[in-house]
């Protein structure tokens, strides 16, 4: 009875050790709301003032407070950490707000987010800048990036939708409204098809014109032509889709012109410069264009070839220069994107604001991406590892540049959106001479295999 006894004793805490550790490799966002939250908590609460004093964010007192301190009790006057506010869980960390001390800056609390994250034993400490004097300290429990899962609250509207998740686990939003056209680079196996995948489902369920270029017998975009307005699969289909493409931008323009030439007299809200400020029953439907695999449209054997490639990359240059305030937007992917392809290649990436990099094969594909905009990001994507597709570091024009990684979406599931959301499609005369074929989908009979005979004696 005694050796029961003790093996439930020990059994028990070993038991638990075993279920936590398991728990924490399998189900990082359980562990983190039963075990490790309540753990970091206390460690923020117990060790805030002398953290904040080793890491050099505290400041002398002010005088009146160290002369009451000193004639009030005679101790030693002790710099003052900044003003912590309510530490806020969430399912993947904590959220607390500092109130910075006066000659503080929001960069020396981010210069010390290393040693904070060691301190309390976290994944990783973001640092936000929230107001003037005011700083959000995003703790991240655990990393969300090797079992990625979206956010479950994450407002979406027209063009503006989420695609995958930041390292600080908030999610990240492809907005066409703010970034028009986007560069999305990597190699194969890197998910840069999932990206695209996930992209292309988001928008199927939006009023969005949808028009695909895969020179690639449209391997990649042809499962999603229920929800196609337009699908060029080589580039002579491309070089027929483009020419169209132009001429509805310029039929746009011609209304926006329109509507400009008013009578005077009229209210400045309806002089407008774009489709947006057109009237909602006048405003053509958005239009996103995918290009897939995007060297094939420059790759040449012949002269007679060259001279196609020339006048489709210039009408892809006259789409990305124009195209915004006509409601045309761009998302061109590939594996590399570099002034060796040709002519005007240089001119058209300078066009793409937003970049996104996944895994590629050398570090000069990488400057390609990310060189011109961010060029501390490119040893990010250089550091992609082979067993993390999905994985890519993203950039803007400011400079700044995270990681993110796209939740996995099946082939099947996708295509299958895109016939439930098929109706959805905007009426496009223009584009009609385009649209791909969409084979019927099989119906079962329900009637059975064998016909039933009567029963004789």
């Known amino acids: 009875m005694t050796d029961l006894v003790t093996l439930a004793e020990l059994g028990g805490p070993l038991a638990a050790i075993g279920g936590a550790a398991y728990a924490r490799h399998a189900y990082p966002s359980a562990y983190w709301s039963t075990v490790g939250m309540p753990v970091s908590v206390a460690r923020l609460l117990a060790s805030y003032t002398s953290t904040m004093d080793a890491c050099g964010l505290t400041v002398p007192p002010p005088r009146w407070r160290a002369l009451a301190v000193k004639a009030a009790t005679r101790r030693e006057v002790r710099p003052v950490p900044p003003r912590r506010g309510l530490i806020r869980p969430t399912s993947t960390g904590l959220r607390v707000r500092l109130r910075l001390a006066p000659g503080q800056e929001p960069a020396d609390v981010a210069a010390s987010a290393e040693r904070l994250r060691h301190a309390w034993g976290v994944h990783a400490v973001y640092v936000r800048d929230v107001k003037p004097g005011v700083v959000e300290l995003r703790l991240v429990g655990f990393d969300v990036l090797r079992k990625v899962r979206m956010p479950r609250r994450v407002a979406d509207d027209l063009l503006r939708v989420p695609v995958a ?72 289909q491309a070089a027929e889709l483009l020419p169209a493409l132009v001429k509805e931008m310029e039929d746009r323009y011609d209304l926006i012109k329109a509507r400009q030439g008013i009578a005077p007299g009229t209210p400045e809200e309806l002089i407008t410069s774009d489709i947006w400020g057109l009237p909602e029953d006048e405003r053509p439907a958005p239009i996103v264009l995918f290009i897939d695999e995007v060297a094939e449209l420059f790759l040449v054997a012949t002269r007679k070839e060259e001279e196609r490639r020339d006048e489709m990359v210039t009408q892809l240059i006259r789409l990305a220069q124009l195209g915004r305030a006509a409601g045309i937007y761009l998302e061109v992917c590939g594996q590399r994107f570099g002034a060796e392809l040709g002519k005007g290649a240089t001119m058209l990436r300078a ?107």
Request: neutral net charge; charged residues 20%.
């Open 351 to 457: 066009q793409l604001t937003g970049r996104v990099c996944h895994r590629v094969n050398d570090e000069a594909s990488a400057k390609m991406a990310l060189g011109d905009i961010a060029p501390e990001a490119v040893y990010g994507a250089c550091a992609i590892p082979a067993e993390l597709p999905g994985l890519a570091v993203v950039g803007d024009t400011s400079g700044g540049w995270s990681r993110i990684r796209t939740p996995y979406l099946s082939l099947a599931d996708a295509a299958a959106t895109c016939r439930a959301t098929a109706h959805l499609a905007p009426d496009l005369p223009a584009l009609a001479p385009f649209r791909p074929y969409v084979p019927p989908v099989p119906v079962e009979d329900s009637r059975p295999v064998a016909t039933p005979q009567p029963v004789t004696e």
């Open 165 to 236: 998740v930041r390292e600080d686990a908030t999610a990240f939003v492809r907005d066409y409204r703010t970034v028009p056209h986007e560069l999305v680079l990597g190699a194969t196996l890197s998910g840069k098809s999932m990206f695209l995948r996930n992209l292309l489902t988001r928008l199927a369920t939006q009023p969005v014109v949808l028009v695909g270029i895969d020179c690639k017998r449209g391997v990649e975009l042809a499962p999603f032509a229920a929800r196609l307005s337009a699908l060029a699969t080589d580039p002579n």
